[in-house]
């Protein structure tokens, strides 16, 4: 969605900007008091190969302790067991992206040939799902919701595949760009479609685990959230480029080319991560993810909610200062949550 | 870099937000899956780094 960033990177980290990263990333598990996670995603980020994956697993694993997690999200088509053996190795779990049932996925996922690639997806989690330490390393599949899909036939083809979690992720959009199949603001195509979920995943007596609602329920009974644009939660993404430079979260370059740039570029082969966490700039980037519009400040469900990401927030206008584009399905699906709490809990919600 | 409880949240969400009731017995609620949750809730385990992989996210979504 206009970014044109890509053009001017290298495909892999070099080996200087791999140290410049590690010795940030020791600097910060020595001095930070809690834990962070890294991800590896792209791109595709298994498009390293055997040997440069394991050389990076094995830099970052030197500094980062078992229970920082490493994580790679991928397409799944070059998974491998020679590949899920150094993933084992150094502990990095593997997450895969599969939209639903063929139909579903093959409608936007295709290769440069334009044909889909549900078969190799397919494939690349079943050699997941036999590995021999497929239980660490199968950390659960990822969609992304076409409206016009059924809940229920995504729902139960997930479940079928035997898969620890499913999260799902509305599309990239906002209110001048908006998300596919979504005709206006305050339309709840994207919000219906969860509510079909949801009623389909609590009539299941033995469900698989879905993050998101998991999560939205969670902050209901009285707990908190995980998920980065759901709930009253703080959380601080910086993304490293492969050429070290520190970026903004990359999920902002749906919005305008460039917006997940900071404005001064700064690379971790010159600077400790830690010292760029204590700027201005940084401060007022994390200050993004509290939201500012009336509307939200005011929001009984705020809570919940959170506000949205960011990327929905932007409009050529207002630029980040408006409702998430997807409130009006988020209102739709909390009220259905409530609703569903009620009565199961014989509690009132609402 | 790190999911940490928002407390100095705006002052204004904070007051408008409602607090969220509890439920303290899970074995009253009849659906297996809030059940599961519940506990999750009454044993902390909601920023357990382990408990969902934090990968996603990291996906395109555009098309």
């Known amino acids: 969605m206009g970014d044109d960033n890509w053009k001017n990177l290298s495909k892999f980290m070099s080996e200087e900007t791999i140290q410049g990263l590690c010795a940030s990333l020791e600097e910060l598990v020595a001095n930070q008091k809690k834990c962070f996670s890294v991800v590896l995603h792209g791109g595709e980020p298994f498009l390293l190969g055997i040997k440069k994956l394991s050389y990076l697993l094995q830099k970052l694993r030197e500094v980062l302790p078992e229970h920082y997690p490493i994580s790679i999200q991928t397409n799944g088509i070059l998974i491998s067991n020679e590949i899920l053996d150094i993933c084992s190795t150094y502990r990095a779990s593997v997450a895969v992206s599969i939209d639903g049932p063929e139909h579903v996925h093959n409608k936007y996922r295709v290769n440069h040939k334009n044909a889909g690639t549900f078969n190799e997806v397919l494939n690349g989690f079943d050699i997941l799902l036999h590995h021999p330490d497929s239980e660490f390393l199968n950390a659960g599949l990822l969609a992304v919701i076409d409206p016009l899909s059924s809940a229920s036939e995504v729902y139960h083809f997930f479940k079928q595949m035997a898969t620890p979690s499913v999260d799902f992720l509305y599309k990239d959009g906002n209110h001048s760009k908006l998300p596919l199949n979504k005709k206006s603001f305050d339309s709840t195509e994207y919000g219906e479609w969860m509510v079909s979920l949801l009623q389909t995943y609590l009539s299941d007596p033995e469900p698989m685990k879905i993050r998101v609602l998991d999560d939205m329920l969670k902050v209901l009974l009285g707990g908190i959230v995980s998920k980065e644009g759901l709930g009253i939660t703080d959380f601080a993404i910086v993304i490293i480029d492969t050429d070290g430079t520190i970026m903004k979260n990359d999920t902002l370059k749906s919005t305008f080319n460039g917006a997940d740039k900071f404005e001064k570029s700064l690379n971790v082969k010159d600077i400790l991560l830690s010292d760029f966490l204590k700027s201005e700039e940084f401060k007022t980037y994390k200050e993004m993810q509290r939201p500012t519009n009336k509307k939200c400040l005011a929001c009984s469900e705020l809570h919940i909610c959170g506000g949205g990401m960011i990327l929905n927030l932007w409009s050529n206008e207002e630029e980040f200062n408006n409702p998430s584009v997807y409130c009006s399905d988020q209102l739709f699906l909390i009220k259905n949550l409530r609703n569903i709490v009620a009565k199961f809990t014989n509690k009132e919600y609402v | ?63």
């Open chain 2, 1 to 63: 870099m790190e999911p940490t409880t928002h407390t100095n949240l705006d002052l204004a969400t904070v007051e408008v937000a409602p607090k969220n009731e509890i439920i303290s017995d899970a074995d009253q609620m009849p659906n297996s899956l809030l059940q599961r949750l519940m506990e999750e809730v009454k044993n902390d385990t909601a920023n357990n780094m382990f408990a969902y992989d934090r990968a996603h996210n990291r996906h395109n979504r555009g098309r």
